[in-house]
């Protein structure tokens, strides 16, 4: 067995490690990191439930090697947020009542999340093209979808307050 | 939160949070020391005989701790979800499925055990094997279960009858006969946590503990402990959070006696996680039914009787198959008039991975059948589907009352539900579009709204709630009740709120823990609201009586002119009042406050609830349900004629939910139940080949819904509120509610769009390409 000592950013904090060559980034997440928000519900990358962000980009962790993450920075499900101060995403998940069982749910804010950064005002149609790697089996997506156009608004709403600072010398006071 | 939750309110999931942050543990997230991992060496041959098993390879390899073999479990007791206990832990002498366990591997890694699962050599002497439940039946078939077994002839695992009315003289007197055969599909729960569970054996104090994705702790423990020949109490099953489980994770199954033996035999926690394909080709599937009908009709559309026989695959083990078929054929006739009937099912072995629970539970089946066939009648005596039906539902005046095999109804607003979900979706408007290859289906139903008494081993349909007060007035509810996503908590936390007045934040839910938690039968058949919800009304009622005494003894006050306002008991009219935690930290530390004679105690209830339905007799005739509910459903589909590809455009659906305790999460379980309805509709099987192999046991290969398949149905979800009386809260269960239309509905749609019916599910692509260019020869 072939190992290979990686050097990363998990969530923000730099992390060194001494792996099998052949570990899947998923398994590295839960078995050596510990970090089990990221789900396994399929060997074939079909469900999106082991999403997490590469350097910001989204990508299902058991189809990419561990070692491909040397010197780059992955970003968990529990990099999101935490309680009291949910992502976006997840506070827009809980109000929409899209999560039942919750496996699919990491996955599908890491994919979310990841496509309004790219997509700040998506349409409908756009939502549901971008969550057909990630399956539900308890919502329909239905509640999904709203949340994730919600998550949309607050994003934009947030952005828009945020510009407004910016450009208002007295910082947004009266 | 600074009010107490209400029902009627739809309050947010209460474990909202650790599931949106990743933090809720599943079992495959627990993380024990010195953890074994347990892999299933499974028959590669659909039917055989064992005639050894070598483990000394496997044994050899490092890493690999120990070898369950068929002799080390041959002394344990054979077990099933039902009566006939036809499964052991690993298959002694004779394999009955691909799939089927033959020994197990405990290693000290999962990479490891796999390893080592092509190391344990087993001899096998093949046997003719069947796959399909009629061939099963013939004369010559191979007999899967030649040992003696409870009812058991032949491959015939179970006779149902339902039986009512005079079917002769009804037959006799019809204007018009239509035969049909219809067939359903093998299609697989598939949660997305796969089963699991993780077992740590404690020697010193002689007590296992098993943590399992299960529906049912008390049933699984007894189940364990009986297989294990260890008391009762010496079992605790824990069920962490659980990703999903749609009927199919209910009961003892192997790898939830193999985790517990190798822990018993290790003596360090060992855990079976079942791989995506395992839980694709050896947990249970739906049954696979065959349903040969006559339907006897009057020229004007009036339903005179229904004649069916049935044929029900079990696959290799009965499971709970029986009542799969019991329930689905005590539906068969729908919120319909339907003076007599004459229904005979058989459940069938055959040499396919076993089938039984699934959401629905034989209601999807049975309503596909006969909505189709009733389209068939419509088309034929001319008359629009709707108005087809309209003249043979049940009617108001039918009510309060029973049907002819007996169902009790107190309440069924079906008319109502059909007016609403055609003006919803402006039925009349989409006829008389006649869009080209666009159809339109329409189809009602009747579901169990107050669970099923139909277990062939106890006259009990259970659920239990233990209220424990603190001396701050918070609150811990225990219950066998076991959420797999559902949002009991959130429902508990409304009914302690509605009640006692507490605040969703100074209320715990403890659920499905046997060392925690009171005995129940916990959470299947859209059972949780109505039962362990019942007790739960019952046991906060009784606690708050008890401090109602107490608080009327300190207000100086008569306990009838007390009212609970925002957590305090106050005098009805007055300023004057007691906050509930006061009371409750008087019964706990304060005996000269209390009333004379009282000592002071701990504040903890228990209620059971029962649910007030029975056994069916030997013609099928009782009243099993508490309450029964309906909807309509009406879908609206796009056909392309030139690959068949059927594309849902549009769905309304009017359900009766009794009362809608929380609205959002009534409207997210209908429509989690349409989506996997309409991947059972669409395309959603599991496919063998000419050897019982399973073609198709993966995500890649069998496609459930994606977020593309599903019409975005918001504002035409109805609730249709009856307000029952058969629970204290006026609600029915609906969790089953969304999966058993939408067959029906998207069958009966096609049939509209392409002028053909689709007698058999799934409605595939091909089937209905196929379909249409036998019409268009036809017609040359």
């Known amino acids: 067995m072939r190992e290979r000592r990686i050097t990363l950013l998990v969530n923000g904090a730099p992390v060194t490690r001494t792996l099998a060559v052949e570990s899947l980034l998923r398994d590295f997440i839960r078995d050596d990191l510990g970090l089990t928000g990221t789900k396994a519900a399929c060997d074939d990358g079909m469900c999106g ?29 529990e990099g999101m947020g935490r309680p009291g101060a949910l992502h976006p995403v997840q506070a827009a998940m809980a109000e929409a009542f899209a999560i039942q069982c919750g496996f699919c749910t990491p996955g599908m804010v890491m994919t979310i999340a990841a496509f309004l950064e790219d997509n700040p005002d998506p349409s409908t149609d ?30 934009r709403a947030l952005r828009a307050t945020r510009a407004g600072l910016a450009s208002d010398p007295a910082g947004g006071k009266p | 939160m600074t009010v107490a939750a209400r029902l009627g309110q739809s309050l947010p999931k209460v474990d909202n949070v650790a599931l949106a942050t990743g933090s809720a543990r599943y079992v495959g997230d627990l993380r024990p020391a010195g953890l074994l991992h347990g892999r299933i060496v499974r028959s590669p041959l659909a039917h055989a005989m064992v005639l050894g098993v070598d483990a000394s390879a496997a044994l050899a390899l490092p890493g690999v701790v120990c070898v369950i073999r068929p002799e080390d479990v041959a002394d344990l007791p054979g077990f099933s979800l039902a009566h006939i206990k036809d499964q052991r832990v690993l298959a002694a002498d004779r394999v009955r499925f691909v799939g089927d366990p033959v020994a197990a591997v405990i290693a000290v890694s999962e990479a490891i055990a796999e390893e080592a ?37 032949g491959n015939v695992c179970w006779r149902q009858v339902c039986r009512a009315g005079d079917i002769d003289a009804a037959f006799a007197a019809a204007d018009l006969v239509l035969r049909e055969r219809f067939r359903t599909s093998k299609a697989h729960a598939m949660p997305m946590e796969t089963h699991g569970a993780l077992a740590e054996w404690d020697a010193a104090e002689e007590h296992l503990t098993l943590w399992s994705s299960t529906q049912n702790a008390h049933t699984l423990r007894d189940d364990l402990a009986d297989t294990l020949g260890l008391a009762r109490s010496r079992v605790r099953v824990i069920k962490p959070y659980v990703g999903g489980a749609f009927g199919h994770k209910e009961g003892l199954h192997s790898h939830e006696a193999l985790a517990a033996l190798g822990a018993m035999r290790t003596g360090r926690p060992v855990r079976f996680l ?47 198959s029986p009542s799969v078929l019991a329930l689905s054929e005590f539906v068969t006739v729908g919120p319909y008039r339907t003076p007599a009937l004459d229904i005979q099912g058989v459940v069938a072995y055959t040499n396919t991975p076993p089938a039984g629970a699934f959401r629905g539970f034989g209601n999807p089946q049975a309503t596909f059948t006969r909505e189709l066939m009733f389209d068939i009648a419509a088309r034929r005596l001319g008359l629009d589907p709707a108005e087809f039906r309209r003249r043979n539902l049940l009617r108001s005046e039918d009510l309060p009352g029973t049907t002819a095999n007996g169902l009790r109804l107190q309440t069924l607003p079906i008319g109502e539900c059909a007016e609403r979900a055609m003006a919803a979706i402006d039925y009349d408007g989409l006829r008389r579009a006649r869009i080209p290859w666009r159809g339109v289906g329409i189809v009602n139903m009747i579901e169990w709204g107050g669970s099923c008494r139909w277990h062939p081993g106890y006259d009990a349909d259970t659920g239990s709630v233990t209220v424990t007060m603190a001396p701050d007035g918070s609150l811990t509810l225990g219950t066998d009740a076991a959420d797999s996503g559902q949002g009991h908590a959130t429902l508990f936390t409304q009914i302690a709120g509605e009640i006692l007045g507490v605040r969703a934040d100074q209320v715990r839910v403890v659920m499905a823990d046997t060392d925690a938690t009171p005995w129940g039968l916990g959470t299947y058949g859209s059972r949780t609201a109505v039962v362990q919800g019942s007790a739960a009304y019952r046991a906060l009622t009784l606690l708050r009586d008890r401090l109602a005494v107490v608080a009327a003894h300190l207000l100086e006050a008569d306990e009838r002119d007390l009212v609970l306002e925002a957590g305090r008991f106050v005098v009805a009219g007055t300023d004057r009042g007691v906050p509930v935690g006061d009371v409750a930290a008087v019964i706990h530390y304060d005996r000269s406050a209390l009333p004379p004679g009282m000592e ?75 989506a996997q309805g309409i991947g059972f509709a669409l395309g959603e099987e599991l496919i063998l080949d000419e050897s019982g192999t399973l073609m198709n046991g993966s995500m890649a290969d069998y496609q459930v819904p994606t977020s593309l398949m599903i019409p975005l149905m918001e504002e035409r979800l109805i609730h249709v509120e009856s307000h029952d009386p058969v629970h204290p809260m006026g609600h029915k269960g609906i969790g089953e509610s969304g999966i058993t239309p939408p067959a029906a509905a998207i069958a009966c749609a096609v049939f509209d769009a392409i002028g053909v019916p689709i007698t058999s599910l799934p409605i595939s692509a091909e089937k209905v390409r196929a379909a249409i260019l036998a019409r268009v020869g036809s017609q040359r």
């Not at chain 1, 189809?63 to 970003?75: F, H, M, N, S």
């Not at chain 2, 339907?295 to 004007?300: M, P, Q, V």
């Not at chain 2, 701990?602 to 909807?631: H, Q």
Request: hydrophobic share 45%.
């Open chain 1, 49 to 77: 439930a082991c999403a997490v962000h590469l350097d910001g980009a989204p990508v299902k962790s058991c189809l990419v090697l561990a070692v491909e993450a040397d010197g780059r920075a992955i970003t968990t499900i």
């Open chain 1, 126 to 155: 756009q939502i549901r093209e971008a969550l057909v790697g990630n399956i539900c089996r308890c919502t329909g997506y239905v509640r999904i979808v709203q949340a994730a156009r919600a998550a949309a608004q607050a994003g």
């Open chain 2, 117 to 153: 699962l092509d190391l344990v050599i087993v001899e096998y002497q093949e046997l003719p094997a069947v796959f399909d439940g009629e061939a099963a039946l013939a004369a010559d078939a191979p007999v899967i279960h030649p040992e003696p077994l409870d009812g058991v002839d």
């Open chain 2, 274 to 320: 079942l791989t995506r394909h395992e839980e694709f080709g050896a947990t249970v599937s739906r049954n696979v039914m065959v349903r040969d009908v006559e339907l006897a009709l009057r020229n004007d559309g009036t339903v005179l009787a229904w004649r069916e026989r049935i044929v029900q695959d079990c696959g290799a083990y009965a499971s709970i």
């Open chain 2, 600 to 674: 002071p105690s701990a504040l903890v209830v228990s209620a059971t609830w029962d649910e007030p339905n029975e056994i069916p007799d030997a013609n099928g005739r009782g009243s099993f349900s508490g309450n029964y509910s309906c909807s309509t459903t009406i879908a609206v589909v796009d056909v392309d004629p030139e690959t068949g590809k059927v594309t849902v455009v549009d769905w309304a659906c009017a359900e009766d939910v009794g009362r809608a305790l929380n609205p959002a999460i009534v409207t997210t379980q209908l429509q989690g139940g349409i």
